[in-house]
């Protein structure tokens, strides 16, 4: 029996309704992935191995402040930009005309620091997985990242690979935490009651986690997916909640490997002490895979680096094309910039995490007053006290940190 003409395009209607509600999860999953490997990038690792090997157990406590740090900010930034459907630089103008330009100048500058950081990663990574020279690893991971913005279908690329590198990152930190076997107990006990306390660590850490263009990466992937306005807020929330808390899984499965590592008596020195790490725990294994986890770590931070970037400088009614182009472009840039520096990634690493914690209080102070003076940005959405108040303490944190680490900045590179 042969179908009429209105069941076939009702069958064609739920088929194409299906392919939007996959290609929805796709963007939104790829988005939270986003934000929680921006969050894990070459910055992070190459800071987690040096301060865990200053402080020890005590590091545990500066995790603890930034993960709770990351989730407020994360909460109010996601909730606000995806209620209101603005981008954060359209928002800040729309509060305080010349703000938003202003955020993102800042962005842009410290997503390119943060670029050229993040290509000297999958440099490394690239060395300490096949033994490449770094300088060549870091040229033909740009080249990489440029081909997956070159693709047709550059977004679906994108959220996918994410979403893959960000799975084997996990898998191979669970299997190095176990073997370093790290004493969780004084890991727990440093967590609440920590043996000693540095700001400049702590701000740095948050830099280079929560600040600058990290902020914004999958809330603005999210608003890309079309997932606003306040008919999305608890598939926003629960978006937001689901990337923090893979953010903190990794956070603190990395801690644990470089922890059980540096408590074994192991002493880290070097240009590349988190290699040295992994290398003690699982001998020429752990080298490889952690290169494998760096270099994903930092591809991953290179796409969300310069997705974000231009995200900034673009409007939502610029082509794709033209965005993805802008984007390969600014890639090679950073690129090249890497190649002719010549700076000892490391120091550029925490360096580029330091200049981030500068440009964390600006945007959140215009989005938290948006948040809630501005319900008509908000389309008459009455913002939750809680997690408002949860923002302002964010930000009043944020702000001591900041003043602390542009006052220190200079003695990174001393």
């Not at 990574?125 to 047709?152: E, H, Q, R, Y």
């Not at 074994?264 to 040295?276: F, I, R, S």
């Not at 182009?325 to 090679?332: H, K, N, R, W, Y």
């Amino acid at each position: 029996m042969s179908s009429t003409p209105s069941q076939t395009d009702a069958a064609a209607h739920s088929s194409d309704d299906r392919t939007a509600r996959r290609g929805r999860r796709t963007a939104l999953l790829g988005a939270m992935f986003l934000m929680a490997t921006s969050a894990i990038g070459p910055g992070f690792i190459t800071q987690t191995t040096v301060f865990t090997a200053q402080l020890g157990a005590a590091f545990a406590f500066a995790i603890l402040v930034s993960i709770l740090i990351d989730i407020a900010v994360q909460l109010n930034v996601w909730k606000i930009l995806g209620i209101s459907g603005l981008r954060a630089q359209e928002l800040c103008n729309r509060v305080l005309p010349g703000a938003g330009w202003v955020l993102a100048a800042l962005v842009f500058i410290g997503g390119a620091v943060f670029n050229i950081g993040n290509i000297a990663g999958t440099g490394l990574g690239l060395n300490a997985m096949l033994g490449l020279d770094p300088t060549i690893g870091g040229g033909v991971s740009a080249v990489l990242a440029i081909l997956i913005f070159l693709s047709k279908r550059a977004g679906l690329a994108l959220d996918r690979i994410v979403v893959i590198l960000g799975a084997v990152m996990i898998l191979l930190m669970i299997y190095v935490a176990v073997v370093s076997a790290p004493p969780v107990g004084e890991a727990l006990k440093n967590t609440v009651l920590p043996e000693q306390v540095d700001f400049l660590i702590i701000s740095t850490l948050i830099g280079g986690t929560v600040g600058g263009y990290i902020t914004y990466s999958g809330a603005h992937r999210m608003i890309d997916s079309g997932v606003t306005g306040p008919e999305s807020d608890r598939e926003i929330t629960r978006s937001s909640v689901v990337g923090i808390l893979v953010t903190c899984v990794m956070r603190v499965l990395l801690f644990l490997a470089i922890f059980g590592v540096v408590a074994g008596g192991v002493a880290l020195a070097g240009d590349n002490m988190a290699a040295d790490a992994f290398q003690a725990a699982a001998g020429q294994i752990g080298l490889r895979l952690f290169g494998v986890v760096l270099w994903s770590a930092a591809l991953t931070s290179v796409i969300g680096a310069s997705f974000t970037s231009i995200s900034f400088i673009t409007a939502q009614a610029t082509a794709a094309r033209t965005r993805n182009l802008m984007t390969v472009a600014f890639i090679a840039v950073c690129g090249i910039l890497f190649v002719v520096l010549g700076q000892a990634p490391q120091a550029l690493l925490i360096f580029a995490g330091a200049f981030n914690a500068l440009i964390l209080p600006f945007g959140l102070a215009i989005l938290l007053y948006a948040g809630w003076r501005r319900r008509d940005l908000l389309h008459g959405y009455r913002y939750p006290a809680w997690l408002l108040l949860l923002g302002v303490l964010a930000w009043l944190v944020s702000l001591g940190l900041a003043w602390t680490s542009l006052a220190k900045i200079p003695g990174i590179f001393a």
